[in-house]
C-alpha cells in the first residue's frame, strides 16, 4: 500500500529529515498524514491583529510583525532565556523563549517577517508574549495565505513550512487514491465526512465548521476501531469454556479470615464479599479491585486464592516485578501456609531443577497457589486446574498478557485484576470493556499521613540537606525523576544526570545507587534488594518505582521536576512513603515554580485521595496523557478524549459490538490494514 511507503519516497525529504521526522513517529507516508495538527493548533488569518490590539491578558493571540532584536539572558533562578524584540507600524512587542524553544529563536534573524502566536501580557516596558509559537513569513506565502493554516507540533530542525509542503504532496497522492476505512454504511448512515476529504480537512481546513466534522469523523474512528479491537479480543479470549463455580465460604477460609493480623475493613470487606459472589457463580468473573495505593488489596488476593484452593482449584498471582512476586510470596505465606496450603514461587531467575520440580508439583496438583512474574505466561507452565488467575498492578501488563495468563485452563477461570490507578468510569468502558468493577476507598487505620512538601528550585540544597538528615538518622530516600516518555532516551539520561551530581555533591557519601528501565530485570531486581535490605541508602530512580514495592524504613520522597507528571502518578509515587510507623515526607522539588506549576502541586499537598487527585488531574490536564492508554496494551487515542467524547465513545462501542458480531476474521483484519501505522495492530494480534 503506498501510503507503508517511506516518508523518504518524498520530494525533498533525505535521510536526515526522515529522521527528525522519526523522532515525531512518523516513519511512513500514511503516518505523515495522520500527523494532525494539535487540538486548536491552527492560524486564522482573519484573526491576526497588530500589536497595539493584542489585549494583555494572558490569552493566546495571534500577529504579525518584523524581527528588531535578538537578546539573550537569565532570568530568576538562573534560568536562560531568549527574548526577540519584534515591531509592527503599532509598537513593539517581546517575545520571550525558554528551554529547547530556544533553539526556534535562534533561528530569527533581524528584518524577518513573522507570524506569531503566543500568550500576551503586559511587560513591564512593552508586551510581553510566552508560549510562543513563531513562523517565518516569505512573501510568497503571505499572498496566498488567506484561510486556515495548521501549526504542527515539531522537534529540532523540522519547519512548519516543510511539513505543509510535504503535506501537500502526501495529499496529492492520497487524491482518488485513497480507501474509505469505515464501513461504508456506516459512513453513510452517520453523514460521516469520507475519509479523503476528512484527511485534507484536517490539515487544510476551509472553514472551521469544516475542521470540526473531520474531527469528529476522526474521532468516532479512533473509538470504533480500538472498541472492535477490544470486542475481537474478547470474543476470541471468552469464547465457549464455562467458568467454575466455587462454593460459598468452608471452614478454612473461615478460619483464615479470623486468623488475619487485623479486621478487614468495611471497604475491603464489601470487596471482598463481591469477588466472594462472583467466584460461586458459574459464569467467569471479570472483575477489577480498584484501591488507592496502600488501600490493603493484597489481603482481598489473598483470600480469593484460598476460596480457589479450599475448592480443590488452583489458584495464581502475576506481579509485576520479581521484588513485588517475593513480597506476595511471603505475605501469602504467613496468612495461609499454617492452614496446609501450598505456595509456589516462579521467578525468572530460578535454577533449572528448582523449576522443573515446582512445575511438575504444579501440575501434579501438590500446589495450590502459584505467585510469580511474567514467568507465569511461559508455555511449560501448566497447571491441574486453575480457576482463578490475579494480575497485580495491572497497568503493567498487557491485554494479551491477561488472555494468556486466563488460558491456562481448560475452563475459564475467573479474572480479577487489581490496580491501584482509580480510573473514571468512562475509561473503564474503553479499556476494560465490560469488566466489572469492585472500588475500595480509604486505608486500613492506624498509618500517619505522608507530609507533601512543594518548593522551586532555589531549595534545592535545603531540600538535599534534608535527605543527608533523614540517612544519618538512619532512614531511606527516594529521589525520582521524570520520564518523559516511556523507551525515551532522554529519560534514562536525565535520571543518570540528576544521579551523577548528586553523588558528586550532596549524595558523597551516601551509598546510593541508579534505578531505572533500560537495566536488565536481574539488575533492577538486585538494586530493589539491597535497598530492601538497608544497604542502599539513596534509591535515585525513573518512574519504575511506581509500583507497589514496600521498603517501611524509606521516609522521604524527593520527585524532582515535579510539575512533569500527572497528580495521579505523583500520587501514586507517594504511595510508597510513608508505610512504616515514621512520619513520612514527599518534596514536589519543581522545575518552573511559576503560580499555575505551584497550584497544581499544591493540591497534592492538601489531599490524600487518589480518585479525588485523578478526577482533579482529568480537569486540569484532559484524558488523553494521564492514563495513557498504552500503560494498558492499547494504543494511545490521539484525536479523541473520552471525558469530552464520552457520547462519541458510547456510539463507537455500540457500534463495534454490531460490526464485530457479524464480520469474519477477515473483514476485521480488513479493517486494520486500513489504518495509516501500526497502532491498533497490537490489540487484533491475539
Ligand atoms: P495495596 O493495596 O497498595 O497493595 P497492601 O495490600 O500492600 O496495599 O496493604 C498495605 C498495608 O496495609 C500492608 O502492610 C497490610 O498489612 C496493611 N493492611 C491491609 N489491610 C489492613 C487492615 N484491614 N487493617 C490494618 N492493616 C491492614
Ligand atoms: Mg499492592
Same mark, same amino acid.
Given at each position: 500500500?503506498?501510503?507503508?511507503?517511506?516518508?523518504?519516497?518524498?520530494?525533498?525529504?533525505?535521510?536526515?529529515?526522515?529522521?527528525?521526522?522519526?523522532?515525531?513517529?512518523?516513519?511512513?507516508?500514511?503516518?505523515?498524514?495522520?500527523?494532525? &495538527?494539535?487540538?486548536?493548533?491552527?492560524?486564522?488569518?482573519?484573526?491576526?491583529?497588530?500589536?497595539?490590539?493584542?489585549?494583555?491578558?494572558?490569552? =493566546?493571540?495571534?500577529?504579525?510583525?518584523?524581527?528588531?532584536?535578538? $537578546?539573550?539572558? +537569565?532570568?530568576?533562578?538562573?534560568?536562560?532565556?531568549?527574548?526577540?524584540?519584534?515591531?509592527?507600524?503599532?509598537?513593539?512587542?517581546?517575545?520571550?523563549?525558554?528551554?529547547?524553544?530556544?533553539?526556534?529563536?535562534?533561528?530569527?534573524?533581524?528584518?524577518?517577517?513573522?507570524?506569531?502566536?503566543?500568550?500576551?501580557?503586559?511587560? $513591564?516596558?512593552?508586551?510581553?508574549?510566552?508560549?510562543?509559537?513563531?513562523?517565518?513569513?516569505?512573501?510568497?506565502?503571505?499572498?496566498?495565505?488567506?484561510?486556515?493554516?495548521?501549526?504542527?507540533?515539531?522537534?529540532?530542525?523540522?519547519?512548519?513550512?516543510?511539513?505543509?509542503?510535504?503535506?501537500?504532496?502526501?495529499?496529492? +497522492?492520497?487524491?482518488?487514491?485513497?480507501?474509505?476505512?469505515?464501513?461504508?454504511?456506516?459512513?453513510?448512515?452517520?453523514?460521516?465526512?469520507?475519509?479523503?476529504?476528512?484527511?485534507?480537512?484536517?490539515?487544510? &481546513?476551509?472553514?472551521?465548521?469544516?475542521?470540526? $466534522?473531520?474531527?469528529?469523523?476522526?474521532?468516532?474512528?479512533?473509538?470504533?476501531?480500538?472498541?472492535?479491537?477490544?470486542?475481537?479480543?474478547?470474543?476470541?479470549?471468552?469464547?465457549? %469454556?464455562?467458568?467454575?463455580?466455587?462454593?460459598?465460604?468452608?471452614?478454612?477460609?473461615?478460619?483464615?479470615?479470623?486468623?488475619?493480623?487485623?479486621?478487614?475493613?468495611?471497604?475491603?470487606?464489601?470487596?471482598?464479599?463481591?469477588?466472594?459472589?462472583?467466584?460461586? $457463580?458459574?459464569?467467569?468473573?471479570?472483575?477489577?479491585?480498584?484501591?488507592?495505593?496502600?488501600?490493603?488489596?493484597?489481603?482481598?488476593?489473598?483470600?480469593?486464592?484460598?476460596?480457589?484452593?479450599?475448592?480443590?482449584?488452583?489458584?495464581?498471582?502475576?506481579?509485576?516485578?520479581?521484588?513485588?512476586?517475593?513480597?506476595?510470596?511471603?505475605?501469602?505465606?504467613?496468612?495461609?501456609?499454617? @492452614?496446609?496450603?501450598?505456595?509456589?514461587?516462579?521467578?525468572?531467575? +530460578?535454577?533449572?531443577?528448582?523449576?522443573?520440580?515446582?512445575?511438575?508439583? #504444579?501440575?501434579?496438583?501438590?500446589?495450590?497457589?502459584?505467585?510469580?512474574?511474567?514467568?507465569?505466561?511461559?508455555?511449560?507452565?501448566?497447571?491441574?486446574?486453575?480457576?482463578?488467575?490475579?494480575?497485580?498492578?495491572?497497568?503493567?501488563?498487557?491485554?494479551?498478557?491477561?488472555?494468556?495468563?486466563?488460558?491456562?485452563?481448560?475452563?475459564?477461570?475467573?479474572?480479577?485484576? /487489581?490496580?491501584?490507578?482509580?480510573?473514571?468510569?468512562?475509561?473503564?468502558?474503553?479499556?476494560?470493556?465490560?469488566?466489572?468493577?469492585?472500588?475500595?476507598?480509604?486505608?486500613?487505620?492506624?498509618?500517619?499521613?505522608?507530609?507533601? #512538601?512543594?518548593?522551586?528550585?532555589?531549595?534545592?540544597?535545603?531540600?538535599?540537606?534534608?535527605?543527608?538528615?533523614?540517612?544519618?538518622?538512619?532512614?531511606?530516600?527516594?529521589?525520582?525523576?521524570?520520564?518523559?516518555?516511556?523507551? !525515551?532516551?532522554?529519560?534514562?539520561?536525565?535520571?543518570?544526570?540528576?544521579?551523577?551530581?548528586?553523588?558528586?555533591?550532596?549524595?558523597? !557519601?551516601?551509598?546510593?545507587?541508579?534505578?531505572?528501565? =533500560?537495566?536488565?530485570?536481574?539488575?533492577?531486581?538486585?538494586? /530493589?534488594?539491597?535497598?530492601?535490605?538497608?544497604?542502599?541508602?539513596?534509591?535515585?530512580?525513573?518512574?519504575?518505582?511506581?509500583?507497589?514495592?514496600?521498603?517501611?524504613?524509606?521516609?522521604? /520522597?524527593?520527585?524532582?521536576?515535579?510539575?512533569?507528571?500527572?497528580?495521579?502518578?505523583?500520587?501514586?509515587?507517594?504511595? %510508597?512513603?510513608?508505610?512504616?510507623?515514621?512520619?513520612?515526607?514527599?518534596? #514536589?522539588?519543581?522545575?518552573?515554580?511559576?503560580?499555575?506549576?505551584?497550584?497544581?502541586?499544591?493540591?497534592?499537598? !492538601?489531599?490524600?485521595?487518589?480518585?479525588?487527585?485523578?478526577?482533579?488531574?482529568?480537569?486540569?490536564?484532559?484524558?488523553?496523557?494521564?492514563?495513557?492508554?498504552?500503560?494498558?496494551?492499547?494504543?494511545?487515542?490521539?484525536?479523541?478524549?473520552?471525558? %469530552?467524547?464520552?457520547?462519541?465513545?458510547?456510539?463507537?462501542?455500540?457500534?463495534?459490538?454490531?460490526?464485530?458480531?457479524?464480520?469474519?476474521?477477515?473483514?476485521?483484519?480488513?479493517?486494520?490494514?486500513?489504518?495509516?501505522?501500526?497502532? @491498533?495492530?497490537?490489540?487484533?494480534?491475539?
Amino acid at each position: 500500500m503506498w501510503w507503508n511507503e517511506g516518508v523518504s519516497t518524498l520530494k525533498g525529504v533525505g535521510p536526515k529529515r526522515a529522521a527528525a521526522l522519526g523522532e515525531l513517529g512518523i516513519r511512513t507516508i500514511g503516518e505523515l498524514l495522520e500527523y494532525f &495538527p494539535r487540538q486548536g493548533s491552527y492560524l486564522d488569518y482573519s484573526q491576526v491583529h497588530t500589536i497595539d490590539e493584542l489585549a494583555t491578558d494572558g490569552s =493566546k493571540q495571534l500577529f504579525k510583525a518584523t524581527v528588531y532584536r535578538i $537578546r539573550n539572558g +537569565m532570568g530568576g533562578h538562573g534560568r536562560r532565556y531568549t527574548a526577540v524584540t519584534v515591531r509592527d507600524a503599532t509598537g513593539y512587542a517581546d517575545l520571550y523563549f525558554f528551554m529547547s524553544q530556544r533553539y526556534a529563536a535562534q533561528k530569527l534573524k533581524p528584518d524577518m517577517q513573522v507570524l506569531v502566536v503566543g500568550r500576551v501580557k503586559q511587560g $513591564r516596558v512593552t508586551k510581553a508574549v510566552g508560549e510562543v509559537t513563531v513562523q517565518v513569513l516569505d512573501e510568497a506565502e503571505e499572498a496566498q495565505s488567506l484561510g486556515i493554516l495548521p501549526v504542527y507540533a515539531l522537534t529540532g530542525s523540522l519547519t512548519q513550512k516543510q511539513l505543509r509542503t510535504w503535506m501537500k504532496t502526501a495529499l496529492g +497522492m492520497a487524491a482518488g487514491n485513497l480507501p474509505e476505512s469505515l464501513p461504508l454504511d456506516l459512513v453513510q448512515q452517520l453523514q460521516l465526512m469520507e475519509r479523503y476529504e476528512a484527511v485534507r480537512t484536517m490539515h487544510f &481546513p476551509q472553514s472551521w465548521e469544516e475542521l470540526r $466534522r473531520a474531527q469528529h469523523r476522526f474521532i468516532l474512528e479512533e473509538l470504533f476501531v480500538l472498541q472492535c479491537g477490544l470486542l475481537y479480543y474478547r470474543k476470541h479470549t471468552s469464547d465457549g %469454556r464455562t467458568g467454575f463455580a466455587h462454593a460459598q465460604d468452608g471452614p478454612k477460609l473461615k478460619q483464615i479470615k479470623e486468623h488475619l493480623p487485623f479486621k478487614l475493613t468495611a471497604a475491603q470487606e464489601k470487596a471482598w464479599q463481591e469477588i466472594a459472589q462472583d467466584m460461586q $457463580r458459574e459464569k467467569p468473573m471479570h472483575r477489577i479491585l480498584q484501591g488507592d495505593v496502600g488501600s490493603g488489596k493484597t489481603v482481598i488476593s489473598a483470600l480469593a486464592l484460598a476460596k480457589a484452593a479450599e475448592n480443590g482449584y488452583q489458584g495464581c498471582l502475576m506481579a509485576p516485578t520479581e521484588i513485588l512476586a517475593q513480597q506476595h510470596y511471603a505475605t501469602l505465606q504467613e496468612y495461609l501456609a499454617p @492452614f496446609g496450603l501450598r505456595i509456589g514461587l516462579l521467578t525468572g531467575g +530460578m535454577r533449572k531443577k528448582a523449576r522443573q520440580d515446582l512445575l511438575l508439583n #504444579l501440575q501434579l496438583g501438590l500446589i495450590d497457589i502459584l505467585i510469580g512474574t511474567h514467568a507465569l505466561l511461559q508455555e511449560d507452565v501448566c497447571f491441574k486446574k486453575l480457576s482463578l488467575a490475579i494480575t497485580d498492578e495491572q497497568h503493567r501488563f498487557g491485554v494479551e498478557q491477561r488472555a494468556k495468563l486466563a488460558n491456562k485452563s481448560q475452563q475459564a477461570p475467573d479474572v480479577l485484576v /487489581m490496580t491501584a490507578t482509580p480510573i473514571p468510569r468512562t475509561l473503564a468502558l474503553t479499556v476494560y470493556g465490560d469488566l466489572d468493577v469492585s472500588i475500595m476507598k480509604g486505608r486500613p487505620p492506624g498509618r500517619k499521613p505522608v507530609q507533601t #512538601l512543594c518548593y522551586g528550585q532555589n531549595m534545592r540544597s535545603q531540600v538535599y540537606a534534608g535527605v543527608v538528615r533523614q540517612v544519618k538518622a538512619g532512614r531511606q530516600v527516594y529521589v525520582v525523576c521524570p520520564l518523559i516518555e516511556e523507551n !525515551d532516551k532522554v529519560d534514562a539520561h536525565s535520571a543518570e544526570q540528576v544521579y551523577q551530581e548528586l553523588i558528586e555533591g550532596y549524595l558523597k !557519601d551516601i551509598p546510593s545507587a541508579l534505578l531505572h528501565g =533500560k537495566q536488565r530485570p536481574a539488575e533492577k531486581d538486585a538494586l /530493589m534488594q539491597a535497598f530492601t535490605q538497608g544497604e542502599l541508602k539513596v534509591l535515585v530512580s525513573t518512574t519504575v518505582i511506581e509500583v507497589g514495592v514496600n521498603v517501611p524504613n524509606a521516609t522521604l /520522597m524527593v520527585i524532582e521536576n515535579a510539575e512533569r507528571f500527572g497528580l495521579a502518578q505523583l500520587h501514586q509515587l507517594r504511595g %510508597r512513603v510513608g508505610r512504616g510507623s515514621e512520619q513520612s515526607y514527599c518534596v #514536589l522539588l519543581a522545575g518552573n515554580d511559576s503560580p499555575e506549576v505551584m497550584e497544581r502541586l499544591q493540591v497534592l499537598r !492538601d489531599s490524600d485521595d487518589g480518585f479525588y487527585l485523578a478526577e482533579k488531574d482529568l480537569e486540569l490536564r484532559g484524558s488523553g496523557q494521564l492514563f495513557g492508554l498504552r500503560q494498558h496494551g492499547l494504543p494511545d487515542l490521539r484525536l479523541a478524549n473520552i471525558l %469530552r467524547d464520552t457520547e462519541t465513545l458510547v456510539e463507537a462501542r455500540r457500534l463495534a459490538q454490531l460490526y464485530v458480531d457479524r464480520w469474519s476474521e477477515e473483514e476485521m483484519r480488513h479493517l486494520v490494514e486500513l489504518q495509516f501505522g501500526d497502532r @491498533f495492530s497490537m490489540i487484533f494480534n491475539t
